[in-house]
T-cell receptor, first 115, second 112 residues
Framework: AQKITQTQPGMFVQEKEAVTLDCTYD???????LFWYKQPSSGEMIFLIY??????QNATEGRYSLNFQKARKSANLVISASQLGDSAMYFC????????????FGDGTTLTVKP | KAGVTQTPRYLIKTRGQQVTLSCSPI?????VSWYQQTPGQGLQFLFE???????NKGNFPGRFSGRQFSNSRSEMNVSTLELGDSALYLC???????????FGPGTRLTVT
């Protein structure tokens, strides 16, 4: 069985600063994918970034980067230069291989960006 | 291109009734997954359909069922509704082999 743990229920960050959202995972599968999603108050889930278990380099997408430490089973999301619009709930998720179709989600972290 | 659409957006039902939710994927997407989101249980996977076949299934009772049509549109049905079924139901679509999954706006179901 797969499990995702997000230990930070809520985080605060000052505008323009960087913030790291923690995610640890547990799986016995060798091939898996790790995903981060953003869910604003409107409710829609927005895909942010993906890291494959065999990817040697950390994934980056604009201001988002994924700090992947396979041995520690962690996949932390780093948001650089935070903006007010980044205030939202953030979910870490895991899927098998590259198929995100059956994903296991963490409980989420609520990020609040302060002006 | 058009995003994932879900209908209806809001629904109020009473216990014991049944409900059908619909999800229309992005053009070309053949995989449709359904998730239930509640404050207490978080996001839980219901099932995934790919090319009209159920490819994966979560740990939900048989009251929850789904299907996918030849145009990749999917429906999920919940029979004999219980108060605990009140939730935001999200569908997500993907090509079926890629890692990007796009979510719809969700259907908020309230059971009274």
């Amino acid at each position: 069985a797969q499990k995702i743990t997000q230990t930070q229920p809520g985080m605060f960050v000052q505008e323009k600063e960087a913030v790291t959202l923690d995610c640890t995972y547990d799986t016995s599968d060798q091939s898996y994918g790790l995903f981060w999603y953003k869910q604003p108050s409107s409710g829609e889930m927005i895909f942010l970034i993906y890291q494959g278990s065999y990817d040697e380099q950390n994934a980056t997408e604009g201001r988002y980067s994924l700090n992947f430490q396979k041995a520690r089973k962690s996949a932390n999301l780093v948001i650089s230069a935070s903006q007010l619009g980044d205030s939202a709930m953030y979910f870490c998720a895991m899927g098998l291989g590259t198929n995100a179709g059956k994903s296991t989600f963490g409980d989420g972290t609520t990020l609040t960006v302060k002006p | 291109k058009a995003g994932v659409t879900q209908t209806p957006r809001y629904l109020i039902k009473t216990r014991g009734q049944q409900v059908t939710l619909s999800c229309s994927p992005i053009s070309g997407h053949r995989s449709v997954s359904w998730y239930q989101q509640t404050p207490g249980q978080g996001l839980q996977f219901l099932f995934e359909y790919f090319s009209e076949t159920q490819r994966n299934k979560g740990n939900f009772p048989g009251r929850f069922s789904g299907r996918q049509f030849s145009n990749s549109r999917s429906e999920m049905n919940v029979s004999t509704l219980e108060l605990g079924d009140s939730a935001l139901y999200l569908c997500a679509t993907s090509s079926g082999s890629g890692y990007e999954q796009y979510f719809g706006p969700g259907t908020r179901l309230t059971v009274t």
